[in-house]
């Protein structure tokens, strides 16, 4: 039984590798898991020698799924062989990106497919823990996540002498408490050790000094998702699935002004204008595109005429924005990107932990800017103030949080120059519904 | 600590806990890589920083060697020997090759590495962060406290901010009351978090933490409304705006307003530097403003905020003569014709050795030399002793014995050490500096700290190695091969026999001869052990150095023996006494039968610091006193008189690791005279005539006739504290209970606390001695 059909309505153009099961009934069984594959890549690594395994990864061309795109293996590679600490697996799933769901029904249909994947990381990097860090307000599939992990507890493929290969690998959920930079790698750690969630210094990467001062891999919840079937068909089957460098499928979603949002798993490389025109149907209501936000909330709006992109890391990003968490996000014609600018950096000042000065204070300042000027009480400085606030928050700040905050913030700034002068024009929002009092 | 340790007597710890380890539950994130260590021993790194070459130590970070070439990088949040933040974005620089600007103060140098601290992308940046912190900050810089000395202020004067273009409304909050001493103002904050980490990291107390978060963060104490802590005030001083002020400062002044005078703390026997702020006559403040000296910004809360006492009103100002069994107010004159007739009256008809002296633990090396010169010389006795709080002169004779007098340890050596062991001692409550230079060694140096005590202490949380005993002395036997070892102390013995210099610190619960026999097995560790005795009074070392006792003379020259005496002797034109005179507790057995009938009391409140009851006192004949305050001694007194104190005279004062540094008098207390004032008038009195114009002319002498105190002049009036190391053959202690544990605490200081209303201000001052925060 599922209700995978709440997530989204399928398409043909579809390439199914991660959510293959996804609306199978009991799909989060281990018996369901077994019955489809489950368990067979980790006999396949335990199989391999731990380098191989790095390197099989590292080959396939899986960049990290949860916003950066740094090549999972590589990051693998790079934890120390020898270390007198503990080594430990992260997963990231503190999935708080707005635009983002993909994590959720990768946790909620196929938990068992991530739980392989992480046993096969800490094999690789020769790890006996790892850590699953759910956001609170994903509750539920803790539960989920949680029954799984017994299961897999149960039938010997977490605990002690796993498959009888002498691998000990032990592995527990946590949960976050609704801080959106929880997700930041460094100050998921801290919050993890039970600190404020406060990102760290870098250098030292968490690969060589994370949890507890001891090496460790922390990867997005769709990256370790991928491992088993990498492991599985191998690295160039994995690869062939997308463009260069950008090995495999991803999880899209799909929401905004769009007439089927939903998740989608697509091809890497997947061009932007037929994702929107054939995947999702088109814009909601056969509404005009006004623009598109492709990774999540912190990338650059792109226009609608710059949808002609393909959607990998690299194409993505010589178009001036980013392929960030798959988050994509449809606006149309009726959009005021005003008020979009002004709702993204309420939520970036909300979010920002107040560690450093740049974002603490810049994003409050373009909040309150923002806020004022969608009032109506813009002057006409506003705009080029609030571009050069956005400008000194970028590259400044110690996590990238501060960078998220400003890139969309810049984009609307520059591509919809034109919106703040209507609004300063009309002194009021030309979008908004207003009705007229007749006296 | 785990939950089994602490309950355990006896605990191994293989971890030291240090603060900045990871697994400590805090507020805010501590990473071992957040402090790199500095390695001066490692091959040296060289890089380019605005054109300039620049070789340095591996591990030191940018800014760090940018100021080593005079290059200033602006920075809040950094601080040095607190771990990194790359919080406040102020430090940014270009690195070649390097896309983003980059941090210096979390950038370690590299070999080749090119900086650029000057180009526009630069300077743009640092003045957006100027600019950031400023959007909310109130800009009362007319009324702020910090005014004048502000590095907010200092940064928009060098790098300017632009023209304001907030047109936001700023968040305001009320000011917080944190503590009597402590107030937080959150609008001026500008979230630098060194607060934060010198009242953890440095203080090991935790008392800060943040609330709420993003724009909203605000300070706030760790346990409930109000500070619970030290009172050390760390906080107020590492602030670089006026967020925090100080309850005995704030809106008294303006920085430029006051006379800033470098001297040392009154209190305990550490010798903190410190820089008193006059105006109109009054300490407005203490704080080591220049950081120079072995306590950095270092001071404890009685030697930040427990100088009031200087200030009042309580203080003699006049003289008090007894007439007609009152005390009134007499003339200068008066006291000291009265006190000297009355002096040769009872020395006439009941000989010299029916007087006393006691010295004074807070006065000057100076002021005690002459003190035990005049007892000796004019009233002819070798009755004199003092309140004596540590056994320096076990110290003294056995490194003498053993040829090892260049094994005193300094301060610095405290807190550069590898590994310490201390001894019958909560340096934490009764020798604040002590217990922060051990949290520093541990913390920035790694290194093993071993603790021998019979109480639990807070600073067990820095140590490898914790042993709770029934008897110190009893242990240092077994350490030392003449007792019963347990299994614990021999692992002890174990750990030590594999570090190298080990600095040695005990305190007074180790005297005579168990003070030798810790040194005597001390000395057989590898490599070259030292060793510091604990006592606890500004000068209580000093005291001991300069022959306040009754059968040593300065430098610890027995009395006896007949050659010491000779150099003295003819030093003085005077004959002194052969026979060792009456230590503390003879000489209040004597006034008890009737034996000693007269007694001099300089600086010293018997009647509290030795237990004597004041009836005893009133068996004299004759009692004078002359002291800042009417003690419970002044009150039973014939003639007292009004003394200065230490802000308001010159002289020296030897701390316990023996290291002397110069006060300076920093400003007048009208009707008080210094005791050297006093004793050289009184002198004059008996007729004689001593050479001193000045606290230096005695100085001059105590460098000449002093063993261990042949010091360079210019070394001490630059104000630097420079290493005494005495040697000589002092007489055994001839009873253990002539050391009187004074058992401080954090916020007391013996008498002179009592009149402070800053300390007694303290919630945590009437907690148990000994609470730990
Ligand atoms: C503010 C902020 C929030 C983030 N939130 C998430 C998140 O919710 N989930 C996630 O997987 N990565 C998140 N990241 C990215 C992580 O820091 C990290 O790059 C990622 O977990 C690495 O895994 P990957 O290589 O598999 O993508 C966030 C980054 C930042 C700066
Ligand atoms: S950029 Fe924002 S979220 Fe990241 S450390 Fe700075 S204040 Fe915190
Ligand atoms: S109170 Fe002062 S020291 Fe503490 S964070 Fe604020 S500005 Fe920094
Ligand atoms: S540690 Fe001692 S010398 Fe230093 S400030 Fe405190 S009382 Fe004064
Ligand atoms: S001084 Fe470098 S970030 Fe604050």
Same mark, same amino acid.
């Not at chain 1, 408490?177 to 930041?184: D, L, Q, R």
């Not at chain 1, 002609?308 to 990998?312: G, K, L, P, Y």
């Not at chain 2, 919080?87 to 102020?90: D, G, I, L, S, V």
């Not at chain 2, 904050?189 to 630098?192: A, G, K, R």
């Given at each position: 039984m599922s209700d995978y059909e709440n997530y989204a309505k399928g398409s043909p153009l579809e390439v199914k590798v991660?959510?293959? +099961?996804?609306?199978?009934?009991?799909?989060?069984s281990i018996d369901v898991y077994l019955q489809h594959d489950g368990y067979k890549a980790l006999q396949k690594a335990l199989g391999m020698k731990p380098d191989d395994v790095i390197n099989e990864v590292k080959n396939s061309g899986l +960049? @990290?799924? @949860? @916003?950066?795109?740094?090549?999972a293996g590589m990051k693998w590679s790079?934890?120390?062989?020898? /270390?007198s600490k503990p080594k430990y697996v992260v997963c990231n799933?503190?999935?708080?990106?707005?635009?983002?769901?993909?994590d959720r029904p990768l946790m909620e249909y196929d938990p068992h497919q991530l739980i392989e994947g992480i046993l096969i990381a800490g094999y690789a990097i020769q790890s006996q823990q790892g850590f699953i860090y759910i956001r609170g307000e994903y509750r539920y599939l803790m539960e989920i996540v949680d029954r799984a992990i017994e299961e897999a507890y149960a039938r010997g493929y977490?605990?002690?002498?796993i498959l009888g290969s002498g691998f000990n690998f032990d592995l527990c959920t946590h949960t976050g408490?609704?801080?959106?930079?929880?997700?930041?790698e460094t100050a998921l750690l801290n919050s993890l050790e039970g600190l404020r969630g406060y990102p760290r210094v870098k250098p030292p990467f968490p690969a060589v000094?994370?949890?507890?001062?001891g090496p460790t891999i922390i990867n997005n919840v769709e990256t370790l998702s991928n491992v088993p079937h990498i492991i599985l068909n191998g690295a160039e089957w994995y690869a062939k699935l997308g463009t260069p460098k950008n090995g495999g499928t991803r999880l899209f979603c799909l929401s905004g002004c769009i007439a089927r949002p939903g998740v989608y798993e697509l091809?890497?490389?997947?061009p932007l204008r037929r994702m929107i025109e054939e995947v999702g149907g088109g814009v909601l209501g056969g509404k005009k595109l006004k623009g598109?936000?492709?990774?999540?909330?912190?990338c650059p709006v792109l226009t609608a005429d710059e949808i002609?992109?393909?959607?990998?890391y690299d194409s993505v990003a010589k178009a001036g924005s980013m392929l960030g968490s798959g988050g994509v996000v449809v606006l149309d014609e009726d959009t005021c990107m005003v008020k979009v600018a002004q709702r993204i950096a309420k939520f970036y000042a909300h979010e /920002?932990? @107040?560690?450093?000065?740049p974002c603490r204070e810049g994003t409050a300042w373009l909040k309150n800017l923002l806020t004022r000027f969608h009032s109506?009480?813009?002057?006409?400085d506003d705009v080029d103030t609030g571009l050069d606030v956005a400008l000194n928050i970028l590259g400044k700040t110690l996590c990238p949080l501060g960078d998220a905050a400003a890139m969309p913030a810049i984009s609307i700034f520059k591509k919809f120059r034109h919106e703040f002068e209507e609004h300063l024009r009309l002194? +009021?929002?030309?979008y908004e519904k207003r009705t007229v009092s007749v006296a | 600590m785990s939950e089994a340790n602490s309950k355990s007597p006896f605990a191994i710890l &293989? #971890?030291?806990?240090?603060?900045?380890?990871?697994?400590r539950p805090g507020p805010y994130p501590r990473s071992p890589a957040l402090s790199p260590r500095v390695n001066p021993q490692g091959e040296a790194v060289t890089l380019t920083i605005d054109g300039k070459s620049v070789t340095t130590a591996p591990g030191t970070v940018l800014i760090e060697a940018a100021r080593q070439v005079g290059i200033e990088i602006p920075s809040y949040c950094?601080?040095?020997?607190l771990s990194l933040q790359g919080?406040?974005?102020?430090c940014v620089v270009s690195i070649e090759k390097m896309g983003k600007l980059q941090t210096a103060c979390t950038t370690i140098v590299s070999n080749g590495m090119v900086v650029h601290t000057d180009s526009d992308e630069v300077k743009n940046a640092r003045k957006a962060m100027l600019e950031f912190l400023l959007t *909310?900050?109130?800009? &009362?810089c007319p009324v702020?406290?910090?005014?004048?000395?502000?590095e907010l202020q200092d940064a928009v004067f060098r790098y300017g901010a632009a023209e304001?273009?907030?047109?936001e409304t700023k968040q305001h909050e009320e000011e917080k009351k944190f503590s009597s001493l402590v107030y937080y103002d959150r609008p001026r904050?500008?979230?630098?978090y060194r607060c934060i980490r010198v009242c953890?990291?440095?203080?090991?107390? *935790?008392?800060y933490g943040i609330g709420?978060?993003?724009?909203?963060s605000v300070i706030i104490p *760790?346990?409930?409304?109000h500070l619970e802590c030290e009172e050390c005030g760390m906080c107020i001083d590492v602030?670089? $705006?006026?967020a925090l002020t100080s309850g005995t400062y704030?809106?008294?002044?303006?920085?430029?307003?006051m006379t800033h005078v470098g001297t040392i703390c009154n209190?305990?026997?550490?010798?903190c530097k410190t820089t008193l702020a006059i105006r109109n006559n009054q300490i407005l403040r203490a704080n080591?403003?220049?950081?120079?000296?072995? *306590?950095?910004e270092f001071l404890c809360a009685k030697g930040r905020f427990g100088w009031d006492f200087v200030n009042?009103? #309580?203080?003699?100002?006049a003289p008090r003569i007894k007439r007609n069994r009152q005390l009134e107010s007499g003339s200068w004159e008066e006291a000291l014709s009265t006190a000297a007739a009355r002096l040769n009256e009872i020395i006439a008809k009941?000989?010299?050795?029916?007087v006393a002296v006691l010295g004074s633990n807070h006065t000057a090396n100076e002021e005690n030399y002459l003190l035990q010169r005049f007892a000796r010389t004019?009233?002819? %006795?070798?009755n004199v002793d003092h309140h004596r709080t540590g056994d320096f002169s076990s110290l003294v004779g056995a490194l003498t014995a053993a040829n090892a007098?260049?094994?005193?340890?300094t301060m610095q050596d405290v807190f550069e050490a590898s590994s310490i062991l201390l001894l019958?001692?909560?340096? %934490? !409550?009764? !020798?604040p500096l002590v217990a922060y230079q051990i949290r520093q060694a541990v913390r920035r140096h790694d290194a093993r700290l071993y603790i021998v005590n019979r109480a639990e202490l807070k600073l067990r949380r820095q140590a490898s190695l914790y042993l709770k005993v029934e008897d110190e002395g009893a242990a240092v036997g077994a350490l030392a091969g003449t007792g019963a070892a347990s299994p614990e102390l021999g692992t002890l013995r174990e750990r030590l026999s594999k570090e190298n210099d080990t600095v040695v610190v005990f305190g007074d619960a180790l005297r005579g001869e168990q003070v030798t026999g810790l040194v005597r097995w001390g000395l %057989?560790?590898?490599?070259k052990s030292r060793f510091v005795a604990l006592g606890d009074y500004a000068n209580s070392r000093g005291a001991a150095d300069m022959g $306040?006792?009754?059968?040593?003379?300065?430098?610890?020259?027995?009395?006896?023996d007949a050659a010491a005496r000779a150099r003295f002797e003819s030093a003085w034109g005077a004959e002194i006494p052969a026979q060792p005179g009456r230590n503390a507790r003879a000489i209040f057995a004597g006034i008890e039968s009737g034996e000693i009938k007269a007694l001099l009391v300089f600086g010293s409140n018997p009647v509290r610091?030795?237990? $004597?009851?004041p009836e005893t006192l009133r068996k004299l004949e004759f009692l004078f006193v002359a002291d800042l305050f009417p003690t419970e001694t002044a009150e039973v007194a014939d003639v007292v008189v009004p003394a200065a104190s230490f802000a308001e005279k010159s002289g020296t004062v030897t701390n316990t690791c023996g290291q002397i540094q110069a006060l300076k008098r920093t400003m007048r207390k009208a009707g008080t005279r210094s005791d050297f004032e006093i004793l050289v008038a009184l002198a004059a009195q008996f007729g004689a005539n001593w050479?001193?114009?000045?606290?230096e002319d005695v100085l001059k002498e105590i460098i000449a006739q $002093?063993?261990?105190?042949?010091?360079?002049?210019p070394a001490l009036l630059v104000g630097g504290a420079v290493v005494t190391r005495p040697q000589g053959n002092p007489p055994?202690?001839?009873?253990? &209970?002539?050391?009187?544990?004074?058992?401080?605490?954090?916020?007391?200081?013996?008498?002179?606390?009592?009149?402070?209303w800053a300390l007694n201000s303290l919630d945590e001052a009437k907690k148990p001695h000994g609470t730990i925060f």
């Open positions: 991660i959510s293959k +099961r996804f609306g199978i009934p009991n799909s989060a +960049r @990290g799924r @949860g @916003g950066a795109g740094f090549n790079f934890v120390p062989k020898q /270390s799933a503190d999935e708080s990106e707005p635009g983002t769901c993909k977490l605990g002690k002498n408490a609704g801080a959106y930079e929880c997700g930041e000094v994370g949890l507890y001062g091809p890497m490389g997947f598109v936000i492709p990774g999540g909330s912190s002609d992109v393909a959607m990998d /920002s932990c @107040g560690w450093c000065v109506g009480a813009g002057v006409e002194g +009021r929002c030309p | &293989d #971890q030291p806990t240090r603060p900045d380890d990871a697994g950094y601080y040095p020997g919080a406040c974005r102020m *909310n900050h109130p800009l &009362d702020c406290d910090k005014g004048g000395e502000c304001t273009r907030f047109l904050c500008i979230l630098c953890d990291e440095g203080m090991d107390v *935790n008392a709420f978060r993003g724009g909203l *760790n346990r409930g409304e602030c670089p $705006v006026g704030r809106y008294k002044t303006r920085p430029w307003e209190h305990c026997g550490d010798g080591n403003r220049d950081h120079s000296g072995f *306590n950095g009042s009103d #309580q203080r003699l100002t009941s000989g010299p050795d029916s004019i009233l002819g %006795t070798n007098t260049d094994r005193y340890a019958g001692s909560d340096p %934490t !409550h009764e !020798h %057989t560790l590898p490599g $306040v006792l009754p059968d040593t003379l300065p430098g610890y020259a027995a009395v006896a610091s030795f237990g $004597v009851k050479p001193y114009r000045s606290s $002093v063993r261990g105190y042949a010091i360079p002049l055994p202690l001839e009873r253990a &209970d002539l050391i009187f544990s004074a058992r401080d605490s954090l916020f007391t200081s013996g008498s002179i606390s009592r009149y402070s």
